[in-house]
């Protein structure tokens, strides 16, 4: 909706929210269907109020799990995005294992790090990295590579070092690809976390909420831990989003703002 006023891009997800609401109502009370199989959006909205101080708090714990491991991912994957770039020998021997490595499932690789590293944060952490790191190591690469090689000649011969190629050229062509790469990966990494939790929890977070929900048949809890996983998601997009619309003024105005002004004259 790139032609939409700011209103409309909030009062479309909010009628769509409301659709869906509406239809899981109006389905729970047609046919009939047992509250411990489906319980219903009333059912969902009081046991999130009973047990709100509980939802939140695990709600806050996944997202620092989320955040700390998101960052190290996806700063992990763009300094090897980079070495990869500005080396043949290393991008060959690197890419096959970072291809090969995505065949292994990461519940496989959580039951692993839960053995090595114990049941702390760090084990978390660490799944949720791997979540964001291969993707933005592709995305990354696949910019870097796209630089026209006429405009990196034309700079070289005006004389510019290595390190202003890469920050007015190069760089600037990561930003479209990197943050595909992330907002794919802002989702993707909640679900990393939950399975961390899963694995490697021993207090807190949705994720163990929403297993110890499921153990006792609790499905409003479940359903609860859901809504929040969901909120959670869309919480990781909208950041992604804000970020990009800090790093990347001239998608949205033609004037570019004023600390981002004196970035690029540095």
């Not at 763009?78 to 890419?95: C, K, T, W």
């Not at 110890?212 to 869309?234: D, E, H, K, Y």
């Amino acid at each position: 909706m790139p032609n939409s006023s700011p209103l409309l891009r909030v009062l479309y997800p909010v009628l769509a929210l409301a659709l869906v609401v509406a239809f899981w109502a109006f389905a729970v009370d047609f046919y009939a269907i047992p509250r411990y199989v489906m319980p219903s959006p009333q059912a969902v909205a009081m046991h999130i109020v009973e047990d709100w101080q509980t939802l939140v708090a695990g709600f806050a714990m996944t997202f620092m799990e989320f955040l700390l491991g998101f960052i190290i991912g996806a700063g992990a994957g763009f300094i090897f995005a980079i070495l990869m770039d500005s080396s043949g020998p290393v991008r060959g021997i690197l890419y096959p294992v970072l291809i090969a490595s995505q065949a292994v499932p990461i519940i496989a690789i959580s039951a692993a790090l839960t053995i090595w590293l114990g049941f702390g944060l760090a084990p978390k952490l660490v799944i949720v990295a791997l979540v964001v790191f291969f993707p933005v190591v592709v995305n990354v690469l696949d910019g870097l590579s796209s630089v026209d090689k006429d405009i990196l000649n034309l700079v070289r011969s005006m004389g510019a070092s290595r390190l202003s190629i890469f920050r007015h050229v190069k760089l600037p062509a990561t930003y479209t690809p990197l943050f595909s790469a992330l907002k794919l990966s802002a989702t993707f990494s909640v679900t990393g976390a939950v399975i961390a939790e899963w694995t490697a929890s021993t207090s807190g977070g949705i994720g163990a909420y929403l297993l110890q929900a499921n153990s006792r048949l609790n499905t409003a809890g479940t359903f609860s831990a859901i809504v929040f996983l969901a909120a959670l998601g869309v919480v990781a997009f909208l950041l992604v989003v804000f970020t990009e619309w800090l790093l990347t003024p001239w998608k949205s105005s033609s004037k570019a703002r004023p600390w981002s002004r004196a970035y690029w004259k540095g």
